[in-house]
């Protein structure tokens, strides 16, 4: 996602939203999260990320999450 957002080539929406309601209703601590990285891309690069960088985003926070609770719990 780093080198798409460093070449302004974010990956684009398709107009389909079923996952991303899904996944931003299961998970609203990580789309919190990804609102905030939003945020910075937008004053830092001038770019919006779109609905399947957030997605991208949010699975990829909800992994590191479960390995460290995991990493935690051991």
Known sequence: MAERLIKGSLVRDEGKDFLYNEITAAYPQYLSCTEKINSFVKSKFSL???????????????????????????
């Open 48 to 74: 919006e990320l779109t609905k399947k960088e957030v997605l991208y985003l949010i699975i990829q926070i909800h992994r590191v999450d479960e390995t460290r609770e995991e990493t935690n719990n051991a």
